[in-house]
């Protein structure tokens, strides 16, 4: 596969010369044969490689072919100079059960005529058609489809007969007892490429309750994807009885009608007639247990699947059909809120229950949101319903190798590496060490529990973690509300709902790339923006008349929200990695009020918080208001920029969120330059300060550390405490996991920062993997070969206050004797400064560093094939 991605730049501007051929891997985890299914997310871009003009460069080609296939590309977001930083791709793929394919992104192939998929804006009527069905959305008396026809023929017979949505349908969103009928709503196109048109739809039932559709239709596909999200508006004075959340469909099926309703797995599908006042539903109740009805006759029951052999938490789907015409619908995770249903009714009505009316009611507060993910099917194939289910609740994802997500693009920050531990383990037992680090910081984030965390590391699923009484509190798709049985019954419950996992999760994707972390992603990221869930001591959200986005550990109505700022970073990312504009709107809305009451009576971390949601805003945006804004942080008044970056507290960890924070934002305005005195500053006052290593998350300090070294490479103080700092987590993070699962997710928060510095080289892919390069481990070659292996060591032992190094090595003494080791020396930046040649025999060399800079320098043994490395702080 050809990473390689050449530039050519004159007078500051980079030419594509060689042209990109990245491999982007399509994974297929359901089990289910895809066929030209859509796929849809981002892939990042290098900075200064491509302008928002060069989209028309792209194309997409199946590797095994090398034929193009029709696919589309938008701009999600820019580098600070304006190239692309984000690039959307939609196409369609086709991926065998539990397979994987690759297809290439280039920048020099040809994009073929990708059929018809039209979008038109005429006196607030949207109308799409996809070259298999139309649907129309109207602005005023909104109900979701206005009209809505399907003809799988392609032949575009959108006329009485292939109609299965009327004028004027009584279809409605409701909350509660409010409806949007007669409502009127703001729709605007957010994109529309040869394979997508994606359309949003602002509205509200009432006052308190607005709500936002993003609306997604595919090429050839009768299918459309919803993103549904309710809110209670922003100062809402008392709670509201919720007893009702759902997408109401009116069809213009009749007589005759035949509904089937399928739970997937050994459940089978069950389908029957429906005769007139009869309905089939399938509901889940708020004590996890699930009924498929026909009336009050029933169909079939069972648990929520909750145990190791079962299945994730899901819903399935509904398909209604009068024999020519039919429709359906479902959704993708029941985990977001029980109870929840399908029902089809003899008129022709369909109903997703997002928040189920069959199940018992529960108070809802001010500021809490939920979002769901749903789709229509308006032909009469079943098997194109099913085949939408699975496009929403199994997404194929393409996706670049993690060294591109990391280095190559340093999209996710400059300092992150990827899960490769050849890159710098010195010897088969770190080598090991670090795979088992990478494993549990992914297992880790995917699956989170409040109990059973052993258990919980099976992933996907955790009996330790799935009682009853605590199964709300396992996450792996959706949000935890249990309306009955939590520690505050009839309440939103909030337990270990942590802010950070989103972004954490980011961070997991990025460094292994691997379709299973992408499908956790959107789940986390909609929890994370959907509860107030900042109240880390307590399950409950207890403060009527409190803002979501304002409550932070207490119930004051105060601009005090300010780890809602961080968590938008999380938020961020994965908008970013799925182009999903709901995910940029959610963040968004977060951090729309300014912080202003931390600086009086705040925790010191709540800087580095803030600093963190507007450096991510700005980054996602490009508005100045966010950069701006950032800058008023920076005073010398308590617990700001200044201050915090010049006198420690002695609540450590809080320190180094301090240092986090300000380095996000030198890495989002790389141009202020104060925050880079600060950002230094604050990075020598803790390398300094012998207690940094002693707190219980030393690792938190990596992240700002790492940034620092960016700005100052030679600082070897800083280098010093980064790598005390290391040393110290690297103990930590091999102890017995904690009994709360958050706790021990923690322990990695900035630990793949650092990861780079273990190699020294900043710019590590230039020479990757040359100058560490490593052989397999000496017992793997001994196994499989039957013989004894060469052993490699190296070991330096400097004085950094003298002006000699020595340098011990070990090889095999047949090694040695065909083969005469030597010695080389890397500077930081990974370019050779000295090569030393060891007299015949001898295992011992010394190295005078003369005049050179102080500094980390890389020491590297090599003898015939056999390399060994380590480092050395040279301080003058």
């Known amino acids: 596969m050809n990473l390689s991605l050449m530039f050519l730049c004159v007078s500051g501007a980079c030419i594509s010369v060689c042209g990109l051929a990245l491999p982007l891997r399509v994974t297929e985890h359901a089990g289910v044969a895809r066929t030209s299914a859509p796929v849809s997310n981002s892939v990042p871009m290098p900075k200064g490689a491509y302008q928002p003009a060069d989209t028309v460069l792209f194309a997409i080609q199946d590797s095994a072919t090398n034929k193009s296939v029709p696919a589309g590309f938008t701009v999600v977001e820019t580098w600070e100079d304006g190239s692309i930083r984000w690039l959307g791709v939609a196409f369609d793929a086709t991926v065998a059960a539990s397979g994987a394919t690759t297809y290439i992104l280039s920048d020099k192939g040809s994009n073929p005529a990708s059929g018809t998929l039209t979008v038109s804006e005429t006196a607030g009527v949207v109308t799409v058609t996809t070259g298999v069905a139309r649907f129309t959305m109207h602005s005023t008396g909104f109900n979701i489809f206005d009209e809505a026809w399907a003809d799988l023929s392609g032949s575009g017979n959108y006329d009485s007969a292939h109609k299965i949505i009327e004028s004027g349908n009584a279809s409605a969103l409701t909350v509660g007892t409010n409806v949007t009928t007669g409502a009127t709503a703001q729709l605007s196109v957010v994109w529309h490429t040869p394979g997508q048109v994606c359309i949003r739809a602002a509205v509200s039932a009432g006052a308190q309750y607005p709500m936002v559709l993003y609306v997604t239709a595919y090429r050839n596909k009768p299918y459309v994807r919803i993103i549904h999200n309710w809110y209670m508006n922003d100062f809402a004075s008392s709670s509201m009885v919720l007893s009702a959340l759902s997408m109401n469909f009116k069809t213009r ?158 999209v996710f920050g400059n300092t992150l590496v990827h899960a490769d531990p050849d890159l710098f383990a010195h010897n088969s037992t770190e080598r090991t060490s670090w795979v088992r680090f990478f494993n549990v910081y992914k297992n880790t984030c995917l699956v989170f529990g409040h109990a059973g965390y052993a258990a919980a590391l099976q992933y996907p699923y955790a009996t330790g973690a799935m009682t009853w009484n605590n199964g709300y509190n396992f996450l792996w798709y959706g949000d935890n509300v249990d309306p009955v049985n939590c520690c505050c019954a009839n309440r939103q419950h909030t337990a270990n709902n942590y802010y950070d996992m989103a972004y954490l999760g980011a961070l997991a994707y990025a460094m292994h790339a691997d379709q299973t972390t992408a499908l956790w992603g959107m789940g986390r990221a909609l929890q994370t923006a959907d509860l107030d869930h900042d109240n880390v001591n307590g399950d409950c959200k207890i403060c009527p008349g409190v803002e979501q986005f304002f409550g932070y550990q207490d119930c004051i109505a105060g601009n005090d929200g300010n780890a809602n700022h961080w968590k938008i970073t999380g938020l961020l990312d994965w908008w970013a990695v799925y182009n999903e504009p709901m995910l940029k709107e959610l963040a968004l809305r977060i951090v729309r009020f300014p912080m202003n009451r931390f600086a009086n009576n705040g925790e010191y971390r709540s800087l580095g918080h803030v600093l963190m949601g507007l450096a991510s805003a700005y980054e996602a945006t490009g508005d100045a208001q966010y950069r701006d804004r950032a800058h008023l942080y920076y005073t010398n008044g308590p617990n700001t920029g200044d201050h915090c970056a010049t006198v420690l507290t002695s609540n450590y960890f809080q320190n180094a969120i301090v240092g986090a924070g300000i380095a996000d934002h030198v890495f989002a305005d790389s141009g202020d330059a104060h925050a880079q005195t600060m950002l230094l500053t604050w990075a020598r006052n803790v390398a300094a300060d012998n207690q940094t290593v002693a707190d219980a998350f030393p690792q938190w300090f990596l992240g700002g550390l ?84 060469a052993r490699a060591f190296v070991s330096v032992s400097p004085n950094p206050f003298t002006r000699t190094v020595a340098i011990s090595f070990a090889f095999n003494k047949h090694i040695r004797e065909t083969e005469p080791p030597f010695v080389q020396v890397y500077d930081i930046n990974g370019r050779l400064v000295q090569t030393l040649q060891p007299g015949m025999g001898r295992t011992t060399v010394i190295w005078r560093p003369g005049e050179i800079r102080s500094g980390v320098y890389v020491i590297k043994a090599t003898a015939g094939s056999q390399v060994a490395a380590g480092r050395v702080i040279v301080m003058r």
């Not at 708020?286 to 079962?310: F, H, M, P, R, W």
């Not at 929840?340 to 018992?360: E, I, R």
Request: proline share 5%; with cysteine; net charge negative.
């Open 706 to 789: 790492s940034k620092a070294l960016e700005l100052a490479p030679e600082d070897t103080l800083i280098a010093h405490g980064a790598q005390r700092c290391w040393e110290a987590f690297f103990v930590s993070a091999n102890l017995s996991p904690s009994a709360r699962a958050k706790e021990h997710v923690e322990r990695f928060r900035e630990a793949p920062d650092y990861l780079k510095y273990l190699l020294i080289n900043p710019d590590y892919l230039t020479q990757y993997p040359d100058y560490l390069a490593q052989s397999f481990p000496p017992d793997q070659i001994e196994k499989n070969s039957g013989r004894t292996a």
């Open 253 to 410: 099926l009749a007589g005759a009608l035949t509904a089937t309703v399928s739970h997937l797995d050994a459940d089978g599908r069950f389908e029957t007639a429906l005769s007139t006042g009869e309905q089939l539903t399938e509901h889940y109740s708020s004590s996890d247990v699930y009924e498929i009805k026909k009336n009050a006759t029933l169909l079939a029951s069972g648990k929520g699947q909750n145990e190791v052999t079962g299945g994730t938490k899901k819903m399935g789907w509904l398909h209604v059909s009068d024999g020519t015409k039919g429709l359906g619908c479902g959704m993708r995770y029941f985990w977001e809120m029980a109870p929840k249903h399908l029902l089809a009714n003899s008129t022709g009505a369909l109903s997703l229950g997002l928040y189920s009316s069959l199940g018992p009611a529960t108070d809802w507060y001010g500021g809490f949101g939920r979002t769901h993910i749903a789709f229509v099917n308006f032909s009469d194939s079943i098997g194109l319903t099913e085949e939408a289910y699975y496009a929403i609740a199994q997404p194929l994802y393409a996706i670049p190798p993690a060294v591109w997500l990391c280095g190559k693009t340093q």
